[in-house]
């Protein structure tokens, strides 16, 4: 079975930094991107950008470039999305999704992953 | 690049048929037949339900069709069933080689 589950919960401070991941099962990983969604609280979702893990090649959106960094160890079939200095506004559920071309439909999805960011 | 537009929300009663429209420009949807369809029921994942304009994955019912036109594109769920009830959301890849998403649009079954 194809899956993509990610890591826990995080609850951070202003100006903290984080990195979050997304593990893929069940397919080869370098053979897919992997592209990541922010959905903020009772909002749409955002499509931030994408990583082809195979050379870690990353394309961005330009709503999201130099605000996060995209990376991934295929060795480990993991991708990353990190934040250096974390804002309130950055508080959102986080999901990654895998996808055969860069044109392809998103799917699967990962669970999500809540980041919480208060003083 | 701006989100594409979907309305709000859409009604129906069971068994009835809605449709939900999707719409940006043809550096979007209208330049590509790469726009795809999520559902997404409160506190999931979104689950791809139509991709490519109107190609259904293995396991997603027929009931739920796409189509476009021009710069917009269509999803129908036909036979509508309290299960349906979710917000869905239309994708498209991009000109740019970038990908946008619709508003989001919350089904009611009444």
């Known amino acids: 079975e194809v899956q993509l589950v990610q890591s826990g919960a995080e609850v951070k401070k202003p100006g903290e930094s984080l990195r979050i991941s997304c593990k893929g099962s069940?397919?080869?990983?370098?053979?897919?991107?992997i592209s990541w969604v922010r959905q903020m609280p009772g909002k749409g979702l955002e499509w931030m950008g994408r990583?082809?893990?195979?050379?870690?090649?990353?394309e961005y959106s330009p709503s999201f470039q130099g605000h996060v960094t995209i990376s991934a160890d295929k060795s480990i079939s993991t991708a990353y999305l990190q934040w250096s200095r974390l804002k309130a506004s950055d508080t959102a559920m986080y999901y990654c999704?895998?996808?055969?071309?860069?044109?392809?439909?998103?799917?699967?999805w990962g669970q999500g992953t809540l980041v919480t960011v208060s003083s | 690049q701006s989100a594409l537009t979907q309305p709000a929300s859409v009604s129906g009663s069971p068994g009835q048929s809605i449709t939900i429209s999707c719409t940006g420009t043809?550096?979007?949807?209208?330049?590509?037949?790469?726009v795809s369809w999520y559902q997404q029921h409160p506190g999931k994942a979104p689950k791809l339900m139509i991709y490519?304009?109107?190609n259904r994955p293995s396991g997603v019912s027929n009931r739920f069709s796409g189509s476009k036109s021009d710069n917009t594109a269509s999803l129908t769920i036909s036979g509508l069933q309290a299960e349906d009830e979710a917000d869905y959301y239309c994708?498209?890849?991009?000109?740019?080689?970038?990908?946008?998403f619709g508003t989001g649009t919350k089904v009611t079954v009444l």
């Open positions: 069940g397919y080869r990983f370098t053979s897919y991107w």
């Open positions: 994708s498209s890849y991009t000109t740019s080689s970038t990908d946008v």
């Open positions: 990583i082809d893990p195979s050379d870690s090649y990353t």
């Open positions: 043809s550096s979007d949807v209208g330049g590509y037949n790469y």
């Open positions: 999704a895998r996808r055969e071309y860069r044109s392809s439909p998103f799917d699967p």
């Open positions: 490519d304009v109107s």
